[in-house]
């Protein structure tokens, strides 16, 4: 399980497929201010789908995207939770204006196949990954 701000990093997802995870989930709350939902509302649920559906491919995993949803003081969550499987597909998604139980067969057989097929993790090139240990690379 990775927190909330954890999904806008790729390293905390590798890391965790590294150590074994076959399933993660994001438990978020994340959603608008007023004014914000017309202006950048569509672009910001893409971009968060888009996060997590790029994780689950990156790492050949399944990720659940639970997100809380309904008005609290002045932010509006935009619920939209969902299940992607190792290609990114979305096997299930929740309203983004109620509460929902989502309920999805997850075939962990698909892990190894997506796995073998896309070897992310064979291929990587750790030589070449040393500046990630920094803020920022030297010029």
């Known amino acids: 399980v990775c927190i909330c701000w954890d999904q806008w990093y790729p390293e905390a997802a590798r890391l965790t497929a590294m150590q074994g995870a076959e399933l993660l989930f994001y438990p978020t709350a994340i959603g608008w201010i007023p004014g914000e939902r017309d202006v950048y509302g569509a672009s910001q649920y893409s971009a968060w789908q888009t996060m997590m559906r790029s994780h689950a491919i990156a790492n050949g995993l399944f990720v659940g995207a639970p997100n809380r949803v309904g008005p609290e003081g002045q932010i509006q969550f935009w619920g939209g939770s969902f299940m992607a499987d ?3 597909n979305v096997l299930a998604q929740a309203d983004h204006e109620a509460e929902a139980t989502l309920h999805t067969e997850c075939d962990l057989s698909l892990i190894n ?4 097929h896309w070897p992310f993790f064979r291929d990587r090139r750790v030589d070449a990954f040393a500046d ?3 803020r920022w690379c030297e010029r």
């Open 86 to 88: 190792p290609y990114g």
């Open 113 to 116: 196949t997506a796995r073998t």
């Open 132 to 134: 990630l240990q920094k």
